[in-house]
């Protein structure tokens, strides 16, 4: 059986908050010539999402003695790298933090992970040539083909209902029943938006990292922060992580990462998500 992803599109039940803002605003911000009146104009453009930021920026884990009033303030206030995170998580989080039945995922599970391999792949990059806020995105938005999947399954009442709650088959599950796997629809999903080439191909080729091209070592680095997200889901929750030191042993050496900076950026990961959860909360 398989399937367009034009129609495994078309079943998605809610669509993220002007998704175009986000790569808009990374072009913006990539340019030096760009000041905070412009940004602030960009995410105006949506009032949903600048009514989201504003919420953000005032939210109990800035504890700022005087609200913030206006979007311009809002930059000035947060700084170019935060008020990025802020923006890609305000239009995202809803879209991203619901139940997925066939993933047997509960709300805010998805988003979680999303804010982790998001945090995880910044933290990565800072290593490697790629912007920080690229991978970010990318992280953030690593598993976004999840939901149109879920949703076209569900509408479609498939029986009985597939469990692909098992991540060690679950992307031979999802080609098996629809044709492709959630990387290759995210990425089609992202390219629908105007995303940029790197963040869709890592995206699409993120279960076959070599098949990216000039984007392999991004792909690779995301399957690695991927790969932490369980560990660090544990820590959050009061249980005692497994370690992962001799399973990420081979991707380290394939990055040229060490040990010791592996476990220093899953410290700043995890400071990075738990912050993220405070401020959009």
């Not at 912007?131 to 399954?153: C, E, I, M, R």
Request: proline share 5%; with cysteine.
């Amino acid at each position: 059986m398989g399937f367009e992803i034009s129609e495994l599109l078309k079943g998605m039940r809610s669509l993220p908050v002007a998704p175009q803002v986000v790569p808009r605003l990374q072009a913006m911000l990539s340019d030096l010539d760009t000041d905070d009146n412009e940004l602030a104009a960009a995410i105006r453009l949506d009032s949903g999402l600048a009514a989201r930021v504003l919420k953000s920026s005032n939210s109990a884990y800035y504890a700022r003695r005087t609200e913030v009033a206006s979007i311009e303030e809002a930059v000035q206030t947060l700084g170019y790298q935060e008020t990025f995170r802020i923006v890609a998580q305000s239009s995202f989080g809803p879209f991203l933090n619901r139940a997925l039945e066939i993933y047997h995922l509960e709300p805010g599970v998805l988003w979680d992970v999303s804010l982790i391999a998001g945090s995880a792949l910044e933290q990565l990059c800072r290593s490697s040539t790629t912007d920080p806020k690229t991978g970010y995105v990318v992280g953030l938005l690593h598993a976004v083909g999840k939901v149109p999947l879920n949703d076209f399954v569900v509408q479609m009442d498939f029986r009985p209902m597939p469990d692909l709650s098992n991540p060690e088959n679950s992307v031979r599950l999802e080609i098996a029943l629809l044709g492709h796997n959630f990387g290759e629809v995210g990425a089609a999903l992202l390219q629908s938006w105007a995303f940029p080439e790197i963040m869709t191909a890592v995206i699409g080729h993120q279960c076959t990292p070599g098949l990216a091209g000039d984007h392999a070592d991004l792909a690779r680095r995301l399957r690695l922060a991927t790969s932490w997200v369980g560990e660090l889901l544990a820590r959050s929750n009061g249980e005692d992580p497994a370690s992962e030191a001799d399973q990420d042993q081979a991707a380290l050496d394939e990055l040229g990462v060490t040990a010791e900076q592996a476990c220093e950026v899953k410290e700043a990961s995890y400071e990075v998500w738990q912050t993220a959860r405070e401020s959009v909360g």
